[in-house]
C-alpha cells in the first residue's frame, strides 16, 4: 500500500513538473493535472494540500538535483579544488541539455517571482538562501583564505555572482549557447574568479 502511494505521489509530481515547465504556476490547472493522472481531486489534495504545495515539493526535487551535482559530499584534495567546481559545472550544464523540462521550468521559476507572485518568490529566495549558506560553508572548507571575502566582495556576494552566471547561461542554454560554450565560460569564470590571472584589456 506504501509503495503504491508513493508510486501515486511519484507520478503527480512527473506531471506536474512538465505543466510548471510548460505553462507556469498560474497557467497550470489542478484539473488538467488531476485528468493527466488519472486520479479524483480528493486522491491528489490527499497528497498535496493544494496547488502551492504541490509546486513546493516540484521545486524541493529541482533543488535536491542541483545540490546532489554541486555540493561535494566530502573535502577534496587542494589540488583538485578547481577542476572540483568545473567538472561540477560542467555535469550541471550536461544535466539541463539533457533535460528540457528542467530549463523550462527554471525559467518560469524566475518568471513567476518577476510577475510578484509573492508566495513564489518568497520560496525562491528560501531556497536560494539554503543553497548559498551550504556553498558558502563548503567553498570556505575548500578555500580558508575566502573567509575574508574575496576583494569588496563577501563570500555570499560571491557565490551570488556565480548563481547570477549559472542562471543566465540556464536561460540560454540548448538556444544561443551550446553545452560546449557553457562549459568554456564556466571554466574561464572559475579560475579566473579564484584564482585570478593578468588582464586582457590592459
Known amino acids: 500500500m506504501k509503495?503504491?502511494?508513493?508510486?501515486?505521489?511519484?507520478?503527480?509530481?512527473?506531471?506536474?513538473?512538465?505543466h510548471f515547465a510548460e505553462k507556469g504556476f498560474y497557467g497550470t490547472s489542478i484539473d488538467v493535472i488531476v485528468r493527466e493522472a488519472?486520479?479524483?481531486?480528493?486522491?491528489?489534495?490527499?497528497?498535496?494540500?493544494?496547488?502551492?504545495?504541490?509546486?513546493?515539493?516540484?521545486?524541493?526535487?529541482?533543488?535536491?538535483?542541483?545540490?546532489?551535482?554541486m555540493l561535494p559530499s566530502e573535502a577534496e584534495e587542494p589540488e583538485e579544488r578547481d577542476g572540483l567546481f568545473i567538472r561540477r559545472g560542467e555535469?550541471?550544464?550536461d544535466a539541463m541539455m539533457n533535460d528540457k523540462i528542467w530549463r523550462m521550468f527554471s525559467v518560469h521559476m524566475a518568471l513567476e517571482s518577476?510577475?510578484?507572485?509573492?508566495?513564489?518568490?518568497?520560496?525562491?529566495?528560501?531556497?536560494?538562501?539554503?543553497l548559498v549558506e551550504e556553498l558558502e560553508s563548503t567553498l570556505i572548507r575548500m578555500y580558508?583564505?575566502?573567509?575574508?571575502?574575496?576583494?569588496?566582495?563577501?563570500?555570499?556576494?560571491?557565490?551570488?555572482?556565480?548563481?547570477?552566471?549559472?542562471s543566465g547561461v540556464l536561460v540560454n542554454l540548448g538556444t544561443i549557447y551550446s553545452a560546449e560554450e557553457a562549459k568554456r565560460s564556466w571554466k574561464f569564470i572559475v579560475?579566473?574568479?579564484?584564482?585570478?590571472g593578468a588582464s586582457y584589456a590592459p
Request: cysteine-free; glycine content about 8%.
Open 3 to 18: 509503495d503504491n502511494a508513493q508510486d501515486t505521489r511519484t507520478h503527480i509530481l512527473d506531471i506536474a513538473r512538465k
Open 38 to 69: 488519472g486520479l479524483s481531486k480528493g486522491a491528489l489534495y490527499w497528497h498535496f494540500p493544494g496547488k502551492l504545495d504541490l509546486y513546493r515539493e516540484v521545486l524541493k526535487q529541482e533543488v535536491e538535483r542541483i545540490r546532489g551535482i
Open 91 to 93: 555535469q550541471l550544464f
Open 114 to 130: 518577476i510577475r510578484g507572485n509573492k508566495e513564489i518568490l518568497e520560496l525562491n529566495k528560501s531556497i536560494s538562501a539554503s
Open 144 to 166: 580558508p583564505k575566502l573567509k575574508n571575502g574575496a576583494g569588496e566582495l563577501t563570500v555570499k556576494e560571491l557565490i551570488r555572482l556565480f548563481e547570477s552566471f549559472l
Open 191 to 196: 579560475l579566473r574568479i579564484l584564482k585570478g
